[in-house]
């Protein structure tokens, strides 16, 4: 025991700053990544990518999709998936719209304030009912996620295109569409909201009781619920806090383009689950940190900035993502086979 | 008796068989268009294609697998196999010829990918979807293909069959055969079933895994080419969106995601419950702005009542052995 003394405290005191001396290869290699693709894009266009502009308009682009792909993220820590966060953000978006418009017409004499908050809540009450209605299907029913999130994605949808027609709803006061295009001290409202959902996400997975279940149930779901956790529970847990995290979402989507429809961002579902997994979430479940998540939505942001003021056209850049997705894991193979090799040396 | 009739209910194909008789008679009493010979067989002619793709995703399924890439496999083949006919003619034969080597080189790469970095086959496919899929619109800019050869866009029938459903039935056959007659199907079976078994019996896993995802992008192609002759037409982003209803189509026939378990029958009964529900409601005059509620509906009920009966059934066998 006494031999393992110093051993253990030498660990813990490398353990001291796990911000800035992350250990995490999967963080090295992002940051290098990152660092590669600043260095080339500056090469490329000189003045232009290092600007104050472009990292506004960066700032500006990221949070929508931060912001969903943190809801994708606590699913697949916990094993699971959910394909019904964008429906479910869409479905928020028009309620909070339908609810503002509806109280809110030219000339009514109802209190703004009075309007956005019963709007905010009747969002938030959606959001609860789509995430409790498919947490008791997955955990109780025992229901693949996958599966699941299918049917409430189709139903969701289904739901806002019956209501809507297929129309647009559009028109919000100028408090709502301050969460997406105003600035505080120069940083978006929006880029603020996505760090302190990042940093709420973050904080919980990483300390919070319910984080560690919701890990502990991504490794071993059986052990897990032997160990006295009370699996279900949490697993709806987890898909409420998902649907919660896409009515922020919503929030922002409806701010950026001053209305709500129920066929928005549709092209950004299976991208969260890219830049979850570059980010080093494990797709099979337990393993992923935020922070990495984070870093590989600035990789990807940066690599769509950089193609567009190179002149590209978005199709080519959502190619490259693809691609680097599968170079990340390329790489990350090749990384753990050379440190077993160098383990074998030894 | 009653246990023959009872092993007969708990059959999930049966079940899914009598949930679309029960449907058929309700939509037929409430429109009398719906039983007809020219009604039904829109109904499998406008289904054919998804039926297609769905042969190929059931054969993924089984292995264990999952692939999201084969309606963009079916668009990129599409694309290339049209642009050739265009330029230098050809005939039916060299169509399905051209396209099935795209759509299973595509579809080879993804089992390459999967097998050689070691990945999970969702996160694979869904990296190659997004770039086939976008290389395809960087490449055709959005533009469809209108002037198709007269022979491709004649409507073909044999005693009064649609071609579309005529491929549909050849492609379905082949794989039950494919799954239930020949060694290969076996070993897709066993392979999804338990893969660590599977190795040691001698399988070899990786080529196993190559036929597997070239089967279902050769369908994804076949399906593609079948879509151009229906609508007269390439449209790159045409098929998109169509992965995960022909994948509801293929778990509502019983598939499992976990692998090891899917029939065709299953598959095609999948497809036709979707297809009737749609247009059963369209006939009684409900609007189509509300398919995808409904579709949801039916997903969610029917996968949550086959989990359920799966976990009692499972209690039960438990305190049998107790």
């Known amino acids: ?346 | 008796m009653r246990n023959f009739f009872r092993g007969l209910f708990r059959r999930h194909d049966i079940q899914i068989g009598l949930i679309i008789v029960i449907m058929a008679t309700f939509f037929s009493i409430l429109s009398p268009g719906f039983l007809t010979p020219g009604n039904l067989l829109g109904l499998l002619e406008s289904y054919s294609v998804s039926a297609i793709m769905a042969a190929g995703l059931l054969v993924v399924l089984i292995s264990g697998g999952i692939d999201i890439s084969f309606a963009a496999i079916a668009g990129v083949t599409q694309f290339l196999t049209a642009t050739i006919l265009v330029k230098f003619g050809g005939n039916w034969f060299t169509a399905f010829a051209l396209a099935g080597l795209f759509g299973a080189l595509l579809g080879v790469i993804n089992a390459l990918l999967i097998h050689y970095l070691r990945a999970i086959s969702v996160i694979i496919t869904i990296s190659t979807m997004t770039f086939y899929f976008s290389m395809l619109m960087f490449v055709t800019q959005g533009r469809s293909i209108y002037n198709l050869p007269d022979w491709f866009t004649n409507k073909i029938e044999v005693l009064s069959i649609p071609f579309p459903v005529m491929v549909a039935a050849v492609v379905l056959l082949t794989t039950l055969l494919l799954l239930s007659r020949l060694t290969i199907g076996r070993l897709i079976y066993g392979l999804g079933g338990n893969p660590e078994a599977a190795k040691r019996m001698g399988c070899h896993v990786g080529g196993l895994r190559c036929f597997v995802y070239g089967y279902s992008g050769f369908m994804g192609a076949v399906a593609g080419i079948v879509q151009a002759h229906r609508v007269e037409e390439v449209v790159p982003n045409a098929l998109m969106g169509r992965e995960l209803d022909v994948l509801a189509a293929v778990v509502l026939g019983g598939a499992s995601l976990a692998g090891g378990v899917g029939t065709v029958s299953g598959t095609i009964l999948g497809i036709v419950l979707l297809a009737m529900l749609q247009n059963g409601l369209t006939l009684i005059g409900v609007s189509s702005y509300s398919f995808g509620a409904v579709t949801g509906l039916v997903i969610l009920v029917s996968v949550s009542a086959t989990a359920y009966t799966a976990k009692r059934q499972q209690k039960r066998s438990l305190r049998h052995v107790i």
């Not at chain 1, 405290?9 to 990544?33: M, W």
């Not at chain 1, 394909?83 to 703004?112: D, E, K, Q, R, Y």
């Not at chain 1, 809507?164 to 028109?171: A, F, H, L, P």
Request: glycine share 10%.
């Open chain 1, 1 to 346: 025991m006494s031999s393992n003394g110093p051993a253990g405290s030498a660990a813990a005191s490398k353990r001291e700053f796990p911000v800035l001396l992350p250990r995490d290869p999967t963080i090295t290699l992002l940051t290098v990544l990152i660092l590669v693709t600043i260095m080339i894009f500056s090469f490329l266009t000189p003045s232009r990518f290092l600007s104050g502009d472009t990292a506004r308009a960066m700032a500006f682009q990221m949070p929508e999709l931060g912001i969903l792909s943190l809801a994708m993220m606590i699913p697949l820590m916990s094993g699971g998936l959910n394909l019904a966060i964008i429906a479910t953000a869409n479905l928020c978006a028009l309620v909070m719209a339908g609810i503002l418009t509806h109280l809110l017409p030219s000339g009514s004499s109802f209190p703004i304030a009075g309007a956005i908050l019963i709007a905010l809540l009747a969002g938030m009450g959606t959001a609860f009912l789509v995430g409790f209605l498919t947490g008791v299907v997955v955990a109780f029913f025992g229901v693949h996620p996958i599966l699941v999130t299918l049917g409430t994605m189709t139903l969701v949808k289904g739901i806002s295109v019956v209501t809507t027609s297929g129309t647009v709803i559009g028109g919000f006061p100028s408090a709502i569409l301050y969460l997406g295009n105003g600035t505080v001290f120069g940083i978006p409202v929006s880029l603020i909201l996505f760090l302190v959902c990042a940093g709420v996400v973050g904080v919980i997975l990483a300390h919070a009781p319910f984080g560690v279940s919701l890990r502990l149930i991504g490794s071993n779901e059986r052990a897990t619920r032997y160990s006295g956790v009370p699996t279900e529970w949490v697993l709806v847990g987890v898909y409420v806090f998902s649907s919660l995290l896409c009515w922020v979402a919503a929030l922002v989507m409806m701010a950026r383009f001053n209305s709500a429809s129920a066929g928005y961002a549709e092209s950004y579902l299976l991208i969260t689950i890219l830049a979850a997994v570059l980010g080093g979430v494990d797709p099979f479940g337990g393993f992923g940190r935020v922070l990495g998540l984070v870093l590989s939505l600035i990789l990807l942001q940066l690599i769509s900035t950089g193609f567009n003021l190179l002149g590209f056209s978005p199709y080519l850049t959502a190619a490259i993502w693809g691609a680097t997705m599968i170079l990340a894991i390329a790489i990350a193979l090749v990384r753990d086979n050379w440190l077993s090799w160098l383990k074998l040396r030894k």
